[in-house]
C-alpha cells in the first residue's frame, strides 16, 4: 500500500524482528500507559512471546515494514485470551504502531492483515483491552466491527495513577 511516499509490506513476524520488535514495544512501555507492563523488556525476555506467534494457528504476528528500508513501523498480534481450555477458540488481539510512523493507515493494514490471517482458523471471537483514554484505539476498533463491551475502571496503576480498560468484542 502506497502511504504518502513510502510503500507499507505486511508479513508474519520471524526471529529477525526480535529486536526491532522489543524496541518498539519497550517505547510504549516506557513512555505510556497503553501497556501495563512496567519495566522494560530484553529480546531474550521477549522472545517466547515471539516463538508463541507461528505463521499459522490462531495465534498470528504480522508486523509492517518500510518496503525501502524494511524498518520496522508496527505489529499487530493475536494471542491467547485467557489460559484455560474452554477460552481457546477466543483471542485477544492488539495493535502497536512506531511513534514516527503515525496516522499512515499502519494499524489499519496491521488489523486487517491479522484477521485475514485468521480467516480459516476455529477462532469464534476476538477481544483487545483499550487502556482509556485512547480515542485512535477506540476508532481502529470499531472501523474493524468491534463492539464496546465494558470498562473495567482503575483497574492498573502505572505512573502513580489508576487507569481504567476498555474491552471490545468483534465475532470471527
Same mark, same amino acid.
Given at each position: 500500500?502506497?502511504?504518502?511516499?513510502?510503500?507499507?509490506?505486511?508479513?508474519?513476524?520471524?526471529?529477525?524482528?526480535?529486536?526491532?520488535?522489543?524496541?518498539?514495544?519497550?517505547?510504549?512501555?516506557?513512555?505510556?500507559?497503553?501497556?501495563?507492563?512496567?519495566?522494560?523488556?530484553?529480546?531474550?525476555?521477549?522472545?517466547?512471546?515471539?516463538?508463541?506467534?507461528?505463521?499459522?494457528?490462531?495465534?498470528?504476528?504480522?508486523?509492517?515494514?518500510?518496503?525501502?528500508?524494511?524498518?520496522?513501523?508496527?505489529?499487530?498480534?493475536?494471542?491467547?485470551? &485467557?489460559?484455560?481450555? %474452554?477460552? +481457546?477458540?477466543?483471542? $485477544?488481539?492488539?495493535?502497536?504502531?512506531?511513534?514516527?510512523? /503515525?496516522? =499512515?493507515?499502519?494499524?489499519?493494514?496491521?488489523?486487517?492483515?491479522?484477521?485475514?490471517?485468521?480467516?480459516?482458523?476455529?477462532?469464534? &471471537?476476538?477481544?483487545? %483491552?483499550? +487502556?482509556?483514554?485512547? $480515542?485512535?484505539?477506540?476508532?481502529?476498533?470499531?472501523?474493524? /466491527?468491534? =463492539?464496546?463491551?465494558?470498562?473495567?475502571?482503575?483497574?492498573?496503576?502505572?505512573?502513580?495513577?489508576?487507569?481504567?480498560?476498555?474491552?471490545?468484542?468483534?465475532?470471527?
Amino acid at each position: 500500500m502506497a502511504t504518502g511516499h513510502t510503500e507499507v509490506q505486511v508479513r508474519p513476524g520471524s526471529e529477525d524482528d526480535l529486536k526491532a520488535l522489543t524496541d518498539l514495544y519497550n517505547h510504549y512501555v516506557r513512555e505510556t500507559p497503553v501497556t501495563f507492563d512496567t519495566e522494560p523488556f530484553t529480546p531474550e525476555e521477549r522472545r517466547p512471546w515471539l516463538l508463541s506467534h507461528p505463521e499459522d494457528g490462531p495465534y498470528r504476528l504480522r508486523v509492517a515494514t518500510d518496503a525501502d528500508s524494511q524498518e520496522i513501523l508496527g505489529y499487530a498480534s493475536s494471542g491467547p485470551y &485467557r489460559p484455560k481450555p %474452554a477460552y +481457546a477458540t477466543s483471542v $485477544e488481539t492488539t495493535v502497536y504502531v512506531a511513534p514516527h510512523a /503515525g496516522r =499512515r493507515g499502519i494499524g489499519s493494514l496491521l488489523y486487517a492483515s491479522l484477521f485475514d490471517a485468521l480467516a480459516g482458523e476455529d477462532v469464534h &471471537r476476538a477481544y483487545a %483491552a483499550v +487502556a482509556q483514554p485512547n $480515542e485512535a484505539s477506540a476508532r481502529l476498533h470499531a472501523r474493524f /466491527g468491534f =463492539r464496546h463491551v465494558g470498562t473495567y475502571r482503575e483497574v492498573g496503576r502505572k505512573f502513580g495513577r489508576y487507569w481504567d480498560v476498555a474491552w471490545y468484542e468483534r465475532r470471527l
